[in-house]
């Protein structure tokens, strides 16, 4: 029940992902416009969306979650439908936390703030560990144990980053959480309207496998469920290296104060192409860690995961193909990240 719910849910918080793109899109501009009212009043009103978009997740989770893991489990594994609902609803208990952890963490990155990102983050991974332990080891609460962890490390994380960025958040007396006027939520829409798309594709994929996989077994699904999980924890390397570029390439762009200067614009130019050099010297290497990382996960270190001879069988036959695509995944990632860093959503 636990790979289905936690797909199904997971998936939904990642369509989300589109405000945070959203978010580091706008702000990269506006810092190299050098517009410090614009860079709050961004975050603010993102931050306001945050909670309508956090609000629909929780009406169609508490909704329609009954529908949509019947859909993830398929019709041979309706018995696993309540435990899967129970932890998505469990963890849709603090979806505007996530939200505001996405919104807040694209900010800090935008700004080149790693520091207050990594103690959310820590901090989240510290409380979920010990709350796995106690709940699901000590207290036996299984699923609903790892739900209740999950979503108590999403809250605590959430409430950091948002302490940690009261101040820039605040200047000259502005609330920190405001909704955006008519013409400036029809800017975002305009960028954020191609990334949703985009997002949605991509799980389209992932729930379109899923869907598959449950047609064969149990067994296969657990196997599956593992896969994607090492696919998405070793993706983040590339996805670290599109957040890097959606942060620092901006500022290498020509803005409306360049045109008064030539010498300012020739410089930004040559630095674009040292940039562009540089990202792609580093994607072998973050390529090649990630692929042998996941090969070994898959081929020699699948008992991490589970225990089941059938499942462990399934990891080591798909080793290989993870190893490939995940050499791949950062040149990917750098691309889709230059490309929204100068809002070509058509060749993505």
């Not at 449950?214 to 699904?221: A, I, N, P």
Request: with cysteine; charged share 15%; glycine share 8%.
């Amino acid at each position: 029940a636990l790979g289905p719910a936690s797909i199904g849910f997971d998936s939904l918080l990642y369509i989300c992902y589109f405000l945070a793109i959203a978010t580091t899109n706008q702000l990269g501009t506006a810092i190299a416009n050098n517009d410090e009212e614009e860079q709050q009043k961004i975050t603010s009103n993102n931050l306001g969306v945050g909670i309508v978009v956090g609000l629909s997740v929780m009406g169609l989770i508490y909704g329609q979650g009954h529908q949509i893991m019947k859909f993830l489990v398929g019709a041979d594994n309706v018995n696993l439908i309540p435990s899967a609902l129970s932890y998505a609803q469990i963890r849709c208990s603090t979806v505007l936390a996530s939200l505001f952890l996405m919104v807040t963490q694209a900010a800090s990155f935008s700004y080149l703030d790693t520091a207050t990102p990594v103690i959310a983050v820590l901090t989240a991974t510290l409380i979920n560990c010990i709350g796995d332990y106690i709940l699901c080891i000590v207290c036996n609460f299984g699923i609903k144990g790892a739900a209740f962890a999950t979503a108590l490390g999403q809250l605590v994380a959430g409430l950091v980053m948002l302490v940690r960025m009261r101040k820039s958040l605040t200047k000259g007396n502005k609330p920190m959480i405001t909704f955006p006027a008519p013409k400036e939520l029809i800017k975002l829409v305009k960028l954020a309207g191609p990334i949703l798309f985009l997002i949605v594709g991509e799980l389209a994929c992932h729930m379109i496998m899923t869907k598959r996989v449950t047609t064969f077994s149990v067994l296969d699904l657990a196997a599956h469920s593992v896969l994607l999980r090492i696919y998405i924890f070793f993706g983040i390397f590339g996805e670290s290296l599109s957040q890097t570029v959606q942060s620092f390439f901006p500022r290498l762009l020509p803005n409306k104060d360049d045109e008064i200067s030539v010498k300012i614009a020739e410089k930004k130019k040559s630095l674009n192409k040292i940039f562009r050099s540089k990202l792609w010297n580093l994607s072998f290497p973050i390529g090649l860690l990630g692929s042998v990382l996941a090969f070994i996960a898959c081929a020699y270190k699948g008992n991490f995961f589970v225990s089941d001879p059938q499942v462990l069988s399934g990891l080591k036959v798909a080793a290989p193909f993870m190893g490939s695509v995940l050499m791949l995944n950062p040149y990917n990632m750098m691309s889709d990240g230059l490309a929204m860093s100068q809002r070509q959503f058509t060749s993505i």
